[in-house]
């Protein structure tokens, strides 16, 4: 993931290029952000979360909303852009950070992965994710977002973003058999999410009737790790 030094250029207004690149969309970017964190709330919300993952956290648009929907859990942002790093712990101090080399294998309950692995090399995709898989306790779960390619409109976005030249959008089912080449995470939920723009947000509820449509923005796929995948005990994690 060799992205760091260009998002540290673009940290500074990263939000306002998405904005910028959503158009005649029109809203913030953080209500999008926003709605994902929801969508992995309702479906995980049997699921006991002690410590968050937001690896490629960025400028943390998505921390506010991982707090609210996890409270009190232990909130961990990982990213290679330290200026973005920076500006995400100025603005919410409780964000604990940990780079990406440093990240302790069975320690998370849940890890989540938004917009990140389309600007992660293919050729080195599955490792990535195979490390991330490593990483959550037995029965976490692992949440990735992504673009959706078979959404026009999604394209014409991606096009218009400037940190996103010549990146190389998945798929539903590649992230699908990206998770299942980890061979310690069972369990695949996935569907399509972000049908309407901001403006059109009362109409929300149409979502979960159009999950398996791939017609939304972007879509999820959610897996847990294997219970009987480590057969070690969990290392115990001092945040500080």
């Not at 998945?170 to 699908?176: C, E, F, N």
């Amino acid at each position: 993931m060799n992205q760091s030094n260009e998002f540290d250029d673009f940290a500074k207004d990263y939000q306002g290029h998405i904005n910028e690149a959503l158009g005649p969309l029109g809203g913030d970017v953080a209500y999008y952000v926003g709605r994902k964190v929801q969508i992995l709330r309702k479906l995980i919300s049997d699921q006991s979360v002690e410590r968050v993952l937001d690896y490629g956290c960025g400028i943390g648009q998505a921390v506010p909303f991982l707090k609210n929907a996890f409270n009190p859990a232990i909130l961990i942002g990982s990213d290679l852009s330290s200026a973005s790093v920076d500006f995400a712990i100025r603005q919410y101090p409780y964000l604990l950070y940990r780079h990406p080399e440093e990240l302790e294998d069975n320690s998370f309950d849940l890890i989540f992965v938004s917009n990140v692995m389309h600007h992660i090399d293919p050729t080195e995709r599955s490792k990535v994710v195979q490390d991330l898989c490593k990483k959550l306790r037995p029965g976490g779960k692992i949440a990735i977002f992504e673009h959706n390619p078979f959404n026009f409109v999604t394209r014409i976005v991606v096009s218009n973003c400037v940190f996103d030249e010549g990146v190389q959008l998945l798929s539903k089912s590649r992230v699908r058999q990206t998770l299942r080449s980890s061979g310690i995470i069972e369990n695949l939920e996935s569907g399509y999410c972000l049908f309407v723009p901001e403006r059109l947000r009362k109409l929300n509820w149409l979502e979960d009737k159009f999950r398996y449509i791939p017609l939304g923005g972007q879509h999820f796929t959610i897996g847990s790790k294997k219970l009987d995948s480590n057969k070690s005990a969990s290392v115990h994690v001092h945040d500080n």
